[in-house]
């Protein structure tokens, strides 16, 4: 250990304290609703472990302090509304996460738009009047005043900023070629050919006759685009403003691809067997055909005829499509729908299972419903509503399976709020908060208790963290690291103003590789005594820890707890050895659980508290001065300052430098895991592989190096419970 050369300014922690900011951005909720905020460790979804959780709303930030392993690439942060929207994003972990969620409408912003071309400046030549026109050798063309006739653009760009009306190829040569229509410009384009290398984009207006479009033609429109035609693309079209359609619209080929943010209008059929991502409206006055790859719809689609999802799959997230005669999915199709996504139809049929996930999502028939086929299932979290209840042809329970429901019309109790996207929403808004602190019941870890409404679990709600301590300050030890091992659990409970109420810890004393007889507590740094009401649980048998009436320990600066004043109060060994679970071939004993519960006078700002686990020290040996803490942690007020600097300890207070030898090595440290220890006098480093490189790189290097991943450990050195 002494040869290990590691940075002074190294904490030696396996964590870091993060500052979360979450904030909301619906305008479709009530004012002054709340919704929940939760952060997990790994996908919810996938069994991620809850950490943290608290109230977010309008004007109203959840903003928190989270210790998380420095091995933890992301964190999982889910929202649930107080209308029953839920949505899950995962995030890096940094030093501060800030993030909003919005609306679904505006996710999309990867593809905003992007800084307009105009015709103030890179033009070669200047076009005017009329005629027929040659671009090539790479050359820009531009349109300022007003021109009409035919062009052709071989290789190079026509810009249009004035008007212009006539003919337009693109393509013939293989080489790139692009038609750019400005905001200033209005172009009354007859015939439009695209092929090959080519590209339109409009931020005007072009008004178009007929369009073909073939190879990787590609088209992006920011302005408005009218085709008096039909339309089809082989390739990938993106629209953020209006594309008006006054003919069929096909997306048809094996590489089609529509991306939408803004308005499409289709004066008759929508036949889709390409890729469609939407995250605007479509409108189509014809028949809808879904019959290829897939749909993710996020917005709004609304077909004034038939829609039939035939063999595809159709992704809906908070998205809402509306037939206006009837809706029928076939046996080959997959529907998935997610967060308060709804289909709204007189007549809908299914042939095939639908899914649902996350938020509960509405069918709703305003005539009739049919699941044909005793194996055809709704799943999951879906609310399908027929006038009175029941099907032409299905049966509830007997199709619904995960809880999926069937109700009548005006029974619908999942609410789905009226939006930009979902003109029609479903059900009313049903606030019950019983105990009338702002947070709705369903949402509401105390529904009855004003006080109290979230539970935040540290390092979460089924796992433990360790502590583990050398116990010979001021002078270095053997550094197997198991002079206490300790393992913790932290409950921390919030009102509805994100204000920590209670913190109740949980202690479990693993192993005790010492000869001394050591106490364990715990400073919460930024409090001071008297804003504790009460403590209780902590185990006392030795006489020398004074106590002020809340509980705290008295003659602190800050609010102290003493869990127990003595390691033998909660052990208990199975021989006679000084040591408690460190020796090989020695029976194992075990420890009495501690719980601790810490009530403030008044609820207390949790961002000011920190994070768990605070800053949790050792008494050695029955000796109150003597304390020991994870490096650069402060020491207590009833630490001797004249141990600082002596021995083999190099502490500066007026530095803030604690508890570091002069090679900068430790005596404490903290694992968000249940630690795997060393056999007594064997040092942590030569139990783990790369404990040694993760310190002398400041942590940069295997910052998982305790775990018991394949090559991580010295199996022979980790200590295993005897069996006999």
């Not at 609703?33 to 309008?58: E, F, N, T």
């Not at 308060?340 to 299914?350: D, E, K, L, Y």
């Not at 938020?359 to 049919?370: E, F, M, R």
């Not at 004993?589 to 006078?601: E, L, P, Q, T």
Request: proline content about 5%; hydrophobic content about 35%.
């Amino acid at each position: 250990m002494d040869d290990l050369n590691v940075h002074p300014s190294f904490d030696w922690q396996t964590t870091k304290e993060v500052d979360l900011i979450i904030l909301t951005d619906f305008p479709s909720l009530p004012a002054g609703a709340i919704s929940r905020v939760s952060v997990y460790l790994g996908d919810p979804a996938s069994g991620g472990k809850l950490m943290k959780q608290g109230a977010v709303g309008v004007n109203f930030t959840f903003k928190a302090k989270l210790r998380v392993s420095t091995a933890v690439p992301t964190l999982f942060i889910r929202i649930l509304t107080v209308t029953g929207y839920s949505e899950t994003v995962e995030v890096a972990v940094e030093n501060t996460i800030n993030y909003t969620f919005t609306e679904p409408v505006s996710k999309k912003s990867s593809l905003g738009p992007v800084d307009e071309p105009g015709c103030e400046s890179g033009c070669d030549v200047w076009l005017t009047g009329s005629g027929n026109t040659v671009v090539d050798d790479g050359q820009v063309f531009c349109i300022t005043d007003s021109y009409s006739g035919h062009v052709s653009i071989k290789f190079g760009t026509l810009k249009i900023c004035g008007t212009f009306s006539g003919t337009i190829s693109m393509g013939q040569e293989e080489k790139p070629c692009q038609l750019i229509v400005t905001s200033t410009a209005s172009a009354d384009i007859t015939t439009l050919t695209m092929t090959r290398e080519c590209s339109l984009w409009v931020y005007g207006t072009a008004t178009i006759g007929s369009i073909s479009m073939i190879y990787n033609a590609f088209l992006q429109n920011y302005g408005t685009i009218i085709i008096n035609n039909n339309f089809s693309h082989p390739n990938l079209i993106r629209n953020f403003g209006v594309l008006s359609i006054n003919g069929n619209y096909l997306i048809n080929g094996t590489a089609s691809e529509l991306e939408n943010l803004g308005t499409i209008s289709v004066n008759s059929d929508w036949d889709v067997a390409g890729y469609v991502d939407n995250y605007g409206t479509i409108e189509v006055f014809g028949n809808v055909d879904f019959h290829g790859k897939t749909v993710y719809n996020r917005c709004k689609i609304i077909g004034y005829q038939q829609i039939v999802f035939n063999t595809m799959v159709y992704q809906s997230d908070n998205g809402y499509i509306q037939s206006n005669m009837e809706a029928t999915v076939t046996s080959g199709a997959k529907l998935v729908l997610r967060n308060q996504s709804m289909i709204s139809a007189p007549i809908f049929v299914t042939n095939s299972n639908i899914t649902g996930e996350g938020s509960t999502s509405v069918i709703k028939c305003t005539v009739s419903g049919s699941i044909n086929g005793p194996q055809k299932f709704l799943n999951g979290p879906i609310e399908m509503l027929t006038p009175d209840g029941t099907l032409i042809s299905g049966s509830y329970p007997e199709n619904f399976l995960g809880g999926a429901t069937l109700l009548p019309l005006q029974d619908a109790t999942a609410y789905i709020p009226s939006t930009s996207c979902n003109p029609e929403g479903s059900g009313q808004l049903s606030v019950n908060d019983s105990d009338g602190d702002g947070i709705t019941n369903f949402l509401d870890d105390y529904p009855a208790d004003g006080s109290r409404a979230f539970l935040n679990w540290y390092p979460s709600a089924s796992s433990f963290g360790s502590l583990i301590f050398e116990d010979l300050w001021p002078y270095k030890g053997d550094y197997d690291m198991n002079d206490a091992v300790i393992d913790y659990q932290f409950n921390v409970i919030t009102n509805a103003r994100n204000q920590v109420v209670d913190i109740q810890p949980k202690f479990y004393l693993r192993a005790a590789g010492a000869a001394f007889k050591n106490g364990f507590g715990i400073q919460l740094d930024g409090i001071l005594p008297e804003m504790v009401g009460s403590v209780s649980g902590y185990t006392y048998k030795f006489g020398y820890i004074r106590l002020n009436e809340n509980g705290t320990e008295s003659a602190q600066d800050h609010a102290v707890i003493i869990v127990w004043d003595n390691a033998d109060n909660i052990i208990h060994r199975a021989g006679e050895s000084s040591m408690f679970n460190t020796l090989p071939d020695y029976p194992a004993g075990y420890s009495d659980s501690v719980f601790i519960h810490i009530h403030f006078a008044e609820p207390q700002d949790q961002y000011a508290m920190g994070a768990p686990p605070y800053n949790p020290f050792l008494i050695k040996n029955l000796d109150r001065s003597v304390e020991i803490h994870m490096p650069d942690y402060i020491p207590t007020s009833l630490a001797n300052p004249l141990y600082f600097g002596s021995g083999d300890d190099d502490s500066n207070p007026a530095e803030g430098r604690y508890y570091k030898t002069v090679n900068n090595l430790l005596w404490a440290t903290n694992i968000t895991e249940k630690y795997d220890y060393t056999y007594e006098t064997i040092a942590i480093l030569y139990g783990y592989n790369h404990f040694a490189e993760w310190c002398q790189a400041s942590g940069n290097s295997y910052p998982d190096w305790y775990l018991s991943l394949e090559g991580y450990q010295n199996a022979h050195t980790i200590y295993k419970i005897p069996v006999y």
